[in-house]
């Protein structure tokens, strides 16, 4: 009886090793397993171009991030979307949360694309870290897991106002009093919500607008819009356009040979690399109100300095040229969600994740772009109803020049003075 005690005790202790090694294995492997992130972004159709700069940037950052061992020994992988359009990018973000078991998304590039992803995301309590779309309407939804990395509408349309009022008058030689400015915009989320902003700032502003018109970026034929504008003979032009539009816009100015002494770009269709590779030189000396491409050095934060001479190193490396500012915020973004907020995480949980982020308060200079962060929780006196946006992303306004894009204002981001003020005409450009 002894002896089958012992061998019972025996049997008991091998067991009881055994389901350790087991638990102690299953453990591991699970510590092993990559954090899945779903990246929703225009990978095919018009806005293409765009969102795989957005990638190349992202993936960066992702490899640079795995190459320093990952998150909490986890190394991060990215699960691709094809957000074409509004229907697909919520479809897609469907799918990857409903067939990938995806908890945590992050894309999108345009304003559009943005509230579609965010809109399912939220509807399966899923948490975004949207990085560069920016109609207001995103954080206004009173949704609890979007988080707006990059900069609001708004803000595109006061720097592109406070570049006219506190550089290029000056630079024109005319007060602003008798300075012409002229608005043009496409009337979907985006430009009708920097229009509206724009609008409402330069009104503050005491400017008054000599053109104020909204078209539908499909359209084929911007002759109409070209001769309004020669007739009212603006000094400054302020357009908001994607792509293909604002492609079109640029060549049937050169055919109707409508000139003006500064152009300045909100964005998208004039951040786009489709722009020099359509027009070529002729894209020299437009101004971008943007995310900044790359900023004066001296803004950021010691250890932020290196991680950028790193990102623009690998990814003029890759792509033979320098980033645009989305792309730039791109990575910026999902940098701050990798050293930031994901390696504070136990669970992943979006609820966990939104705790995180909410306590965030990270100064101007912090991310790559010069943005810092500090997200509103319907707590912003300024919008009560207003949650997930950083009030801290910058944004100023870059020119376009002969060899690629220099950050011009403000002054504290400028990476170079403004060229070609007042603008050349097309025959000269």
């Not at 909204?214 to 911007?222: K, L």
């Not at 070209?226 to 049937?252: C, E, M, T, W």
């Not at 040229?321 to 973004?333: I, K, T, V, Y």
């Amino acid at each position: 009886m002894n002896e089958l005690g012992a061998t019972m005790r025996s049997f008991l202790r091998l067991s009881a090793m055994f389901a350790s090694i087991v638990l102690m294995l299953g453990t591991n492997a699970s510590a092993q397993e990559p954090i899945r992130i779903g990246v929703l972004l225009p990978f095919t159709g018009p806005l293409a171009k765009n969102g795989i700069e957005n990638w190349e940037a992202m993936q960066i950052a992702r490899d640079m991030i795995n190459e320093r061992g990952g998150l909490n020994g986890r190394k991060v992988e990215y699960v691709q979307g094809d957000a074409t359009t509004p229907n697909a990018a919520i479809s897609e973000t469907e799918r990857l949360i409903t067939k990938e078991g995806i908890k945590i998304t992050t894309g999108s590039f345009a304003s559009p694309l943005a509230i579609a992803v965010s809109q399912a995301a939220e509807r399966h309590g899923v948490f975004h870290w949207e990085t560069t779309g920016a109609a207001e309407i995103i954080t206004r939804r009173g949704f609890k897991h979007t988080f707006q990395v990059g900069a609001p509408a708004r803000k595109y349309g006061q720097a592109a106002v406070d570049f006219v009022v506190e550089d290029l008058s000056a630079r024109l030689k005319k007060p602003m009093s008798n300075l012409r400015m002229a608005l043009l915009w496409e009337n979907r989320a985006f430009g009708k919500s920097v229009g509206d902003g724009i609008r409402a700032y330069s009104e503050k502003k005491g400017i008054k607008l000599v053109y104020d018109e909204g078209y539908d970026q499909t359209a084929t034929d911007m002759t109409p819009i070209v001769q309004k504008l020669k007739d009212v003979k603006p000094d400054v032009l302020i357009a908001i356009s994607f792509p293909n539009d604002a492609i079109l816009f640029q060549r049937k100015a050169k055919e109707l040979d409508f000139n003006v002494n500064a152009f300045i770009g909100v964005s998208a269709g004039y951040s786009a690399p489709d722009l020099r590779d359509s027009i070529g030189n002729s894209v020299t000396g437009i101004f971008v109100a943007d995310f900044p491409p790359k900023v004066n050095a001296n803004v950021l934060k010691p250890e932020v300095k290196k991680v950028a001479e790193e990102f623009y190193k690998r990814y003029e490396a890759k792509l033979k040229r320098a980033p645009a500012g989305h792309a730039a915020a791109g990575f910026s973004a999902v940098w701050a969600l990798f050293t930031e907020v994901l390696p504070k995480a136990k669970t992943y949980e979006p609820a966990e994740l939104r705790d995180i982020v909410l306590k965030l308060d990270l100064p101007e200079g912090s991310l790559v772009n010069g943005s810092g962060i500090k997200f509103t929780n319907f707590d912003w006196p300024d919008d009560p109803k207003d949650a997930g946006q950083n009030l801290r992303a910058s944004i100023g306004v870059w020119q376009w020049t002969k060899d690629g894009n220099e950050q011009v204002f403000p002054p504290s981001l400028a990476t170079h003075e403004p060229i070609q003020v007042p603008l050349p005409g097309w025959d000269k450009r």
